[in-house]
């Protein structure tokens, strides 16, 4: 997909992975909805950025895991820049005390946003067709005993993205579906971390944890899947390489 012209939808795209992605599309000239529960963090952010990026982003304060709540974001952006290209499933929490949060927000927000990525893109429906992203995990491909339920979670993506990522759902809808998957990044989230593990002793222990690559590396590899074309592909990056699965 060439960039040129096109509408994206980041979901938690306050800070971290997420903003990294905003600030990857705004500079490939996509017109981006910052999708976020932090009203203050995108607030700033918008307020910093150049003057001829700021017409090319609007935000809407968004639960995923409320899929009326989410659906107001499609909305809107269809409202505001006439149309959707991209959808970026990426908000997510780790939380193992906290696992149906979680499990609302990194399971369930992403079966929302693929949902209203169809519904908004289908060309049987008006739309244009388009991509879905979701951000994966490598936890998504192994067994992470630190963090089951949020592994659980990314094995679902991914199995979504490659449910969804099909010639069947792409010749009903003209939506192709993918998944980035990085390791661990180098975030405010990934220092608190081992709090949120099911035993922090054992996490803070853990080398794959502290392995980590920038959020700057993942937002390369939504770029790369985005040019590439691809569907139901799975493209994994950590510390070693970007490559799909």
């Not at 599309?25 to 910093?48: P, T």
């Not at 990314?154 to 192709?176: A, Q």
């Amino acid at each position: 997909m060439a960039f040129n012209n096109k509408v994206a939808i980041v979901t938690g795209g306050a800070q971290g992975i997420g903003n990294a992605y905003v600030s990857a599309l705004l500079k490939a000239r996509v017109k981006v909805c910052i999708c976020d529960i932090n009203v203050d963090l995108v607030n700033e952010y918008i307020e910093k950025l150049p003057d001829d990026q700021k017409d090319f982003v609007i935000f809407q304060k968004c639960d995923v895991s409320s899929f009326s709540d989410f659906k107001e974001a499609f909305k809107k952006v269809v409202s505001h820049f006439g149309k959707i290209d991209i959808v970026v499933n990426n908000a997510g929490i780790v939380n193992e005390s906290d696992w149906k949060k979680m499990v609302g927000i990194n399971f369930i927000g992403v079966i929302h946003g693929i949902k209203l990525g169809f519904e908004f893109m289908d060309t049987k429906k008006g739309g244009h067709g388009g991509i879905i992203i979701n951000t994966g995990s490598c936890t998504g491909f192994d067994a992470y005993e630190l963090v089951p339920v949020y592994t659980a979670c990314k094995h679902g993506v991914h199995g979504l993205t490659k449910s969804y990522g099909t010639e069947f759902h792409f010749n009903r809808t003209g939506v192709k579906v993918c998944a980035v998957c990085p390791g661990a990044v180098e975030t405010q989230l990934h220092h608190s971390l081992p709090s949120l593990c099911i035993d922090e002793e054992a996490a803070k222990n853990d080398r794959h944890i502290w392995k980590a690559i920038t959020p700057d590396d993942v937002a390369k590899a939504l770029i790369k899947i985005i040019q590439d074309d691809q569907n139901g592909a799975l493209l994994r990056i950590d510390e070693e390489a970007m490559r799909y699965a």
